[in-house]
């Protein structure tokens, strides 16, 4: 029997040495990979930067796509059907981490212009795996959360949603997590455009970690010299290629990473190796994970008396202690044409879970913050 064949793409994590017992598997950089590549595949394990459409399956003997990533707009859905090929992504591998930055960047926000948390409002549109731990961090941490989902408003009623207008009327951060679809009845492609922004509330704050094109960069451009106070942003239009001046202005400008922690890097691949074992039938990989992920460069227990700091300073020093997110801006605002360096060789980054915080002098009501966001307390008060 001829030897299943997989192309993947080389930035996969923790891949290399899983599926050579069982298949032939050529590793090639994501971008490059060509319809000569996968012409004798019989599965691509993809990221991002691989197209998969008619141009580079037709003629293939591909059966299976799986992409390590939540977003899946790079697969050519519509032609995989028609072809018959089975494609699928790997939904909430990296919504913790994504919690984790969403976190870290509002409440650097926070501390950094003196704000407290509880008197503000969160308005989170899109509310799948990503957006719901996203608002249920902003709740521990006692901020006021709006949600705009209207594909589940649509299937569960209105009652638990905000309309778009009184969501962006009403919150002083306003964060995106949806897919990109151009398509009715739910497209999101410049959602986030001149009206998006005209709506929003004076002198807040837009994040986007979602795809770059969901934000119009002209019209942000213009918002935060008329409108916001901000803005926080992951993904860009034209990436890697992030627009010089939207970049250098972001509050917060980070080299699409937000979902990059180790741990999510290790969902994603685990999800690429199961589905393959699952439509092959190799039963021997159906439960495979990493048998380790490496340990994070800074102490995973670590202490904090909060003595005669702010609620909003120990929280701070928590989550900036998991995850230096001005690293991140500062290397890509130094360096915006390492882009993709930056992502493929990104530092081990571990989600809040992995910390153990030792109190002291920390007040019960900041210890349920800090355990609600997702750290482990070892108090000694």
Not at 6 to 14: L, N, S, Y
Not at 157 to 162: D, K, L, S
Not at 290 to 297: L, M
Request: aromatic share 8%; glycine share 8%; net charge negative.
């Amino acid at each position: 029997m001829q030897r299943l064949k997989i192309i993947a793409d080389d930035k996969i994590p923790f891949l290399k040495g899983v599926m050579e017992p069982y298949a032939d598997i050529i590793y090639l950089p994501g971008a490059k990979i060509s319809a000569g590549d996968v012409k004798d595949a019989d599965a691509i394990f993809t990221r991002t930067r691989t197209r998969c459409d008619e141009s580079l399956l037709k003629n293939s003997r591909v059966k299976l796509i799986a992409t390590a990533t939540i977003g899946y707009d790079h697969i050519d859905t519509d032609y995989c059907d028609t072809a018959g090929i089975r494609w699928v992504n790997a939904p909430g591998c990296n919504s913790w981490s994504v919690q984790q930055y969403i976190t870290t960047a509002i409440v650097s926000l926070a501390y950094q212009r003196g704000l407290r948390l509880p008197e503000l409002t969160l308005g989170v549109i899109g509310v799948g795996n990503v957006g719901s731990k996203v608002a249920r961090a902003a709740e521990a941490l006692g901020m006021r959360v709006l949600l705009n989902d209207p594909p589940r408003a649509d299937q569960e009623g209105t009652e638990a949603f905000t309309p778009l207008d009184r969501l962006l009327a009403g919150s002083d951060i306003v964060t995106c997590h949806t897919p990109l679809t151009k398509e009715a009845p739910y497209p999101t492609y410049h959602l986030a455009s001149g009206e998006f922004f005209n709506r929003m509330k004076d002198g807040s704050v837009f994040i986007n970690t979602s795809r770059g094109p969901v934000t119009d960069t002209e019209a942000l451009k213009l918002a935060v010299k008329t409108k916001l106070s901000g803005y926080i942003l992951d993904v860009w239009e034209g990436e890697p290629l992030p627009d010089p001046s939207l970049l250098a202005d972001a509050y917060i400008g980070t080299p699409h990473i937000a979902g990059y922690s180790s741990d999510g890097k290790a969902n994603g691949t685990a999800a690429c190796v199961h589905e393959f074992c699952s439509f092959f039938g190799l039963d021997v990989l159906k439960d495979w994970y990493p048998e380790s992920i490496p340990p994070p460069p800074m102490p995973t227990t670590f202490s904090i008396d909060g003595a005669g700091k702010s609620n909003e300073q120990i929280i701070y020093e928590a989550v900036t202690h998991t995850y230096p997110i001005r690293e991140d801006n500062d290397r890509l605002k130094k360096s915006p044409e390492t882009f993709e360096e930056q992502r493929g060789g990104y530092w081990i980054r571990r989600e809040f879970k992995n910390f153990t915080i030792k109190s002291k002098n920390i007040d019960i009501a900041v210890l349920k913050s800090l355990n609600g966001i997702g750290f482990k307390i070892d108090s000694d008060d």
